[in-house]
């Protein structure tokens, strides 16, 4: 696996409305987004089309990955499969492209000594799929707030624990209505 993918625009690619299919598998090493750090180590395959429009080349595919992370609730490692879409133009001179061409959010990206560089679209398409949550499961029960047993491998007895000492202080309820609010501590 390489860790760049760039593509010559050689004599296959030389006429308007020529198409050059590519597939592959790109390397990565961190994955990072934001201030999660994910790892690929399948790397992202992709299969792309590259075609010349005539003033622009347009590279369009589909990507996947399978990223390794953390859960945001237990911890524990999250794999996330992913897949998305290539979407992106090259041109010669990307700012001429760029203005008037609101509607679109299509990238413009140089072509550099008639090579295309697609290195960043496809990480790109897999980045932007990863979801604000990343959970190791749908229904992944997260760890008790109280001894940090992680409640998916097993239960603990804090929960009985605290029915039974039935103190008013922390009352279940009033636990619950503290995760909900993600922990923000209130005033007064
Ligand atoms: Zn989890
Ligand atoms: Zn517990």
Do not use: W
């Amino acid at each position: 696996m390489a860790d760049t993918l760039t593509v010559r625009l050689d004599s296959k690619l030389a006429e308007a409305g020529s198409a050059l299919d590519v597939e592959g598998v790109l390397a990565v090493d961190d994955f990072v987004v934001g201030d999660r750090v994910f790892s690929a180590p399948d790397g992202i395959a992709y299969e792309l089309t590259i075609t010349n429009t005539g003033e622009t080349i347009l590279a369009m595919g589909s990507v996947e990955a399978c990223l390794q992370g953390t859960c945001d609730r237990c911890l524990e490692e999250a794999r996330l499969y992913l897949s998305g879409d290539v979407d992106a133009l090259f041109a010669d001179d990307p700012e001429a492209f760029a203005e008037g061409d609101d509607e679109r959010e299509i990238e413009v990206l140089p072509i550099v000594e008639d090579v295309i560089d697609l290195t960043l679209p496809v990480r790109s398409a897999i980045a932007v799929e990863i979801p604000f949550k990343v959970l190791c499961k749908p229904d992944c029960k997260g760890l008790c707030p109280h001894c940090g047993q992680n409640l998916n491998e097993g239960t603990c007895d804090c929960e009985a624990r605290l029915a039974a000492e039935g103190d008013p202080m922390n009352p279940m309820s009033a636990l619950k209505a503290f995760k909900t609010k993600g922990g923000a501590k209130e005033e007064g």
